[in-house]
């Protein structure tokens, strides 16, 4: 599709975990590909630069800590009515800094990679009509996404697409099962030998995948590497990110262990998934979806409550995945993998039936249908001062 030059896109999105920032990586690669103009914004860091430091450290304490408060929070929020005063308070957080950039950017259309209602919110306090696409990046639904100036919505899955339109405030013709876009590496085929050549892993054994580094939930890793080490012939691969007291201390105890690798932060993920015959993981959305393009099957283990835990329970519902939330079961699952060829296939075909290709392309696409098909209004926006609510 041939795009005109003058379409600008404003992405919004919020650096809470890496998720929603791979996600805007992701759509960023197919506006480049289509030549379209885009400028990307975390919304609440410039609305609320301070509110936005504590609410990540209450989001990083919520994978410890902090379970049971964030619970509480995400689920009394779940279901509340936009009608509602308290709901319009809390949605209207950063609507200012939405009415000063669009008449700083002048877009086209909003894309929205983040749950927040700001810009709907700036919808109806000011009768603006510009686009707004929302992009749901988990295998969920929550009140943060949903909202009836909401022109469009991108989702992950048929069941999803269900779930938004039971809710009454939208058609079906608004919702499209896109996928969640993620990088196209996440795709494109890889020599398995070659892969495992050039990271130095072994290539004659099944690896193991083991994501340590998040927030501090993974625990009792000494003994998780003692029972899955050299198990059915495999190699433990423990990634610890940013955690470097944990990858200090792992390569401590595993330094005469050939069969466990220990790596801090890796920008080669889509690789590390391409090579890997199991990963234990958190059941973020875009850790799934990354999963689901490659065929990695999946043990999901301790999910905070909330939109992970969500996730994990869709993806165990539908045998895509292993839920757990203890050690011992999570070493038993990650065996039965390992040593079960026909379970793995099955949890492999099941993934496959929520593969959406292409997602980043497919949004990309209809944004420009959208725009192209309707003739919203485009002239620069000048506000009157209106009140909070």
Sequence with gaps: ????????????????????LQVVDALKKSFDQSGTDYVVVDLFQEAHPLMTALTKYLYIKSFTVGRRMYSFFYYSSKNMKHEQFITRLFNSFGWRKVRDLIETHQPDMIVNTFPMLAVPEYKRKTGDTIPTSHILTDYCLHNRWTHPLVDRYYVATEKLKNDLIQTGIMEASQVKVSGIPVMPSFEQKSDHQQLCQKYGFAADKKLVVIMAGAHGVLTHTDLIAQKLSGYKNSQLIIVCGHNHKLREKLLRENADNPDVVVLGYVNYMDDLMKVAEVMVTKPGGITLTEAINVRLPLVLYKAVPGQERENAEFFHAEEAAVQVDDIDAMIQATQRIL??????????????????????????????????????ATQPVTFEKVSLL
């Design 1 to 20: 599709m041939t795009v005109k030059k003058q379409t600008k896109i404003m992405i919004l999105t919020g650096s809470y975990g890496n998720g929603h």
């Design 339 to 376: 040593s079960d060829d026909a379970y793995r296939a099955k949890l492999k075909a099941n993934m496959a039936h929520l593969h959406c290709p292409g997602a980043g392309g497919s949004i990309c696409n209809d944004i420009f249908e959208t725009l192209d098909a309707k003739e919203y």
